[in-house]
């Protein structure tokens, strides 16, 4: 079974599964590691054996450069949402509202607020009468800094910022 075309037909076989099946993430170009195109350029020139290009594949997967979700995956699947705190979200004017400034969700999910202000903002959770509560509250976020929380009940939950109490938001849990 020596015939030429198999030793480039196979490397381009494997990597064509591999970036066209949906369950297989690349983690980026980056993370491949040189020895790895070299590995396939010479798998391809026929310097190295089959046995060793599949090595490489092998230490792909196990490294997750190549990542291949289970079949489970589907329903062991992290719910996750964000809300983003604009810039300016500290101004008393009508902008910079939470985005969004009501989120839905399912139950289950994990929400994670990121501060994208340049000032400190934070999340405290209300009552319906609008009365802090100690539920999901955050410590002062820097500028970039998140604070998740996974809401399991469903429900419409609102929040504010202390700092800047006049931002009101929503997370509403179906
Ligand atoms: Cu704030």
Redesign the pocket.
């Known amino acids: 079974m020596e015939y030429l075309p198999k030793k480039t037909i196979i490397p381009i076989m494997v990597f064509s599964i591999l970036l066209v099946s949906s369950s297989v993430n690349i983690a980026n170009a980056e993370s491949v590691p040189e020895w790895v195109k070299n590995t396939a350029l010479w798998y391809g020139e026929g310097i190295i054996s089959e046995q060793e290009f599949l090595n490489m594949v092998k230490f792909l997967i196990e490294n997750e450069v190549i990542t291949i979700e289970s079949v489970n995956s589907e329903s062991s699947k992290i719910l996750q949402a964000s809300v983003t705190?604009p810039n300016g979200?500290?101004d008393i004017a009508s902008i910079g509202f939470y985005l969004p400034l009501n989120l839905e969700i399912s139950k289950g999910t994990s929400v994670t607020w990121v501060n994208d202000?340049s000032?400190?903002?934070?999340i405290q959770s209300l009552d319906a009468s609008g009365n802090v509560i100690d539920w999901f509250n955050s410590s002062p976020l820097n500028t970039g800094d998140k604070f998740e929380f996974t809401f399991e009940e469903s429900g419409v939950y609102k929040y504010y910022?202390?700092?800047?109490p006049w931002?009101i938001g929503l997370v509403t849990v179906k």
Request: aromatic share 8%.
């Open positions: 705190i979200n500290s202000d000032v400190l903002h934070n910022c202390s700092f800047h931002r």
